[in-house]
């Protein structure tokens, strides 16, 4: 990746996507759109414990068509879609990562049983970014893709941390061994995890973009609330889901105005941080 900034853009759902085979090819026509990234030709699915991996696989029609039948059959934990191949992929860089997860496990208490997941299906997107992103274009593929993954609640972090931006990612703390001094972030990161099973009536935390679910709406006195933090972007969706984007530009998420701006929206939020 040879841009300095990085989003990590994370769409929570509560159906189960990729059903059918041309899901899949909306979704990477739309996520190659929303990245400016060669097209995400190839595809493969990690199955459950005891079950053999989807191979990778050019990403045809009946590739697509097998990727279904596995998700219908809740054969898969995950399916992964890139520009190169899965042996390729696990050592060259790209440009863009994207996930599809499903009933992710998360973090909890070994006293508890395993919470019930308001939002099981996770789609995951890591990418470089230009500092004029999203122009109207990737703007638009964006729109599409909270459509195609029917979105209920999502996330979009935009900063120059890489180490933080994978770890949004994932939602877990990829800080490397040779860190010293553990950052803040992290710990948080790790708190919220056990918390999970909230979100779509909580948030897990305070992002440059988001989709907010109408419970968590109504909870912190409705759509004024949220245009009240300036933000660039407040809009209506479908189904009671409202967009917020804090600035036009990635890049100006880390000035000072989108500094301020985050802080903003954080004090709205407090409600229902989780």
Known sequence: MTSSLLSSIVL???????TQAEHWHQLADCVARLCSCPPFAHAWAYGKVGLRDV?????STAHGETL???????RVSQV????VTRREAERTE???????????RTAFRPSEPEPQQRLPCEVMILTAIEPQWPETAQLTALKELLQIADAEYACLFVGDDTVRASSEWLFSPMIPMETRARPTWADEM??????????GTKVRGVYWGNVF???VVDQIGGIEALRATGAAIVEPLDS???????TTHATDAISEAGKDRLHRLETVLAPVRV
């Open 68 to 74: 279904a039948k596995a998700v219908v059959g809740d």
């Open 12 to 18: 929570y759902s509560s159906t189960r996507f990729g």
């Open 213 to 215: 679910p109408p419970d």
């Open 55 to 59: 191979p990778s696989r050019q990403l």
């Open 190 to 199: 790790q708190r919220i995890a056990f918390a999970r099973c909230e979100f």
């Open 80 to 83: 992964n879609l890139a520009d």
């Open 240 to 246: 009671g889901r409202v967009y917020v984007q804090l």
């Open 94 to 104: 790209s440009m863009a990562y994207l996930s599809v997860a499903y009933n992710r």
